[in-house]
């Protein structure tokens, strides 16, 4: 009956598929999508990213810090650690990020950061499976968490960006998410202006574990949006690596 089951899931899959490949041509005929990145017709078979936006993009590549991802220029042939992470040994294992604030992609964070483009999630999940599968081959994760927001922002922005790119990179993983391990207790004013030792003031004691029996012994991949100095991602690394968490790892969209 297990069998029949899956089969039964994997045909409905396959026709699901079919079925988008189907409707979206049609939809593109009478709605036609625009790059969000130069909002120029796209011409994919879905997604809401054109080829060259994508091909334009700043990724993030070597060299870069062994520990935090923070990518620098110039030429580095040995890995190395940045003075912030020597200097503050942040709870995680490994950040890594996709692509740097800057460029073509930079006001499509934006606008789905801020101003509602949910319809983006998609997309910036294949781009964060992408860079899983590069950056953390050698790691194996059992759950994916995210940041949280508080309860006062998330009810200003009725959504939260970070959830809805764990998610999507759930499903391209095939890892459970886990949306409630992490609660935002204390409402924090925005990291913006402030510089590193500034964030990280602002953020301690600001998170704390909700599901602890959950966290504990298992592998976690954090999830954000943009990476700045690493010290939201690095405070909720730290609650969940105290909650029992065997380790930690992060990936972000962008570094800014």
Known sequence: MRMIGSGLKMAAYRAGLRLHGMIVPVLDVCYPRRC??????????????????????HYVTDPMCARCGDPVDGLVEHAFECSWCRRTQPAFDRARSVLRFRGPLREAI?????NRATHLSSDFGLLLAGCVRARFADKRFDAIACV????????????NQARLLAAGLGRQLGLPVAHR???????????????????????????RATAPDWIEGRRWLLVDDVMTTGATVDECARVLMEAGA?????V?????
């Open 110 to 114: 934006h606008r789905y950061k801020y």
């Open 148 to 159: 949280p927001l508080h309860p006062v922002k998330a009810r200003e922005r009725s959504y």
């Open 36 to 57: 969000e990145g130069c909002s120029r017709q796209v011409s994919l078979a879905a997604g809401h990213l054109c080829w060259d936006c994508l091909a334009g993009a």
């Open 246 to 250: 065997v380790s930690v790892s992060v």
């Open 181 to 207: 391990v992490l609660e935002r207790r204390r409402f924090t004013r925005t990291q913006t202006r402030l510089n590193a030792e500034e964030r990280k003031r602002n953020v301690r004691g600001a998170f």
């Open 252 to 256: 972000t969209l962008a570094r800014g």
